[in-house]
């Protein structure tokens, strides 16, 4: 409901109501030609915005494909402005790995690649290589006018597998998981029932990362060794 100064949100899932002051929606709106895609969204990326903070980054970012001689000038450059990550230990590259999930006929990256305003995607994220009976993370990266939004959670590997493939469901994760956020494990089962979503690529990477000594809200991170397949993913 919008009125001069404020829009109320009703979230049925949880039974809430939240307000807003109306600039909130000010940009979102100006999109006009993108309002029928976002119609069905946009209440929730402002609900998600302001109220959703917990277990979430929010950021800009940029990709760029370096040599070696180009990857060597910058680490010179940076280091006097710039910390390396403590999981680069000893100054060693740290593994990442993920399983990306999408509906049987790709439906999610073919939008990707459109290149949307709005764009998400789930995956398991994992440092190092996992046993299943690690904790990873199951996140929700999404994507609005640049900014990227990411909000994660807890789960063992085996459990993620196992709530994902749909052989126990949401409740039971909530029920035997100390370390769930349980309201985006709510966010996580509707996006997974909407999408029924398959494990679709597995892909992983050794990273560097540096960060801003001041404050650390500027990061850089260097990738290499990046193995993808989409068979056997696990």
Sequence with gaps: YINSQNITYYEPQYDETYSFGIGAFQKLLS?????????????????????CNRDRAEYL???????QEQYETMLDKISTYMVMDTYNKQGQFYKISNIYYDTVNNDIIRTCIDKPVYKEKLRIRSYGV???EDYVFVEIKKK???IVY??????????AYRYL?????????AQNNSKINNQLLGEIDYYKNF??????????????AYFEKKDGDFRITFDTN????????R
Excluded at 150 to 159: E, F, G, I, W, Y
Excluded at 199 to 205: D, R, T
């Design 144 to 146: 609005y006018d640049g």
């Design 31 to 51: 999109y006009e030609k993108e309002i029928l895609i976002l119609d069905i969204r946009i209440c929730y990326l402002i609900y998600e915005h302001c109220v």
């Design 130 to 132: 996992p046993s299943v």
């Design 150 to 159: 990411k909000r994660r959670t807890q789960m063992q590997l085996k459990d």
């Design 195 to 208: 999408y029924k979503i398959v494990p679709k690529v597995y892909l992983s990477y050794d990273r560097l």
């Design 61 to 67: 970012y940029c990709k760029n494909l370096l040599n």
């Design 165 to 173: 493939s749909g052989t126990v469901s949401a409740s039971y994760i």
């Design 226 to 233: 990046i193995v993808t397949r989409r068979e056997d993913i």
